[in-house]
Nanobody, 114 residues
Framework: QVQLVESGGGLVQPGGSLRLSCAAS????????RGWYRQAPGKQRELVAG??????NYADSVKGRFTISRDNAKNTVSLQMNSLKPEDTAVYYC?????????WGQGTQVTVSS
């Protein structure tokens, strides 16, 4: 079992920045992929960014603005979000994968509005 606790999120003006963090505990040594997803009202959950074996991938809509990173010492994965746009407004979810399962954080609201 893996437990995930997210932090960060909130209200920010367009053009602003936020940083999300996700701390993992439990059977963390079986994790092979970490990522962030988001779900806006009325839309499907979508992958925002992922990191696996040092390789990263991003949704086209966030390339150049968002950066995913991991801190092995703290067992965290973070998402630095810059140049935020109103269309980035969504609930953001941390996700990790193990060979046998898929785990989700509780979600954190990000609202970009003036």
């Amino acid at each position: 079992q893996v437990q995930l606790v997210e932090s960060g999120g909130g209200l920010v003006q367009p053009g602003g920045s936020l940083r999300l963090s996700c701390a993992a505990s439990g059977n963390i040594f079986s994790i092979y992929h970490r990522g962030w997803y988001r779900q806006a009202p009325g839309k499907q959950r979508e992958l925002v960014a992922g990191i696996s074996n040092g390789h990263t991938n991003y949704a086209d809509s966030v390339k150049g603005r968002f950066t995913i990173s991991r801190d092995n010492a703290k067992n965290t994965v973070s998402l630095q979000m810059n140049s935020l746009k109103p269309e980035d407004t969504a609930v953001y979810y941390c996700n990790v994968r193990t060979p046998n399962s898929n785990y989700w954080g509780q979600g954190t609201q990000v609202t970009v509005s003036s």
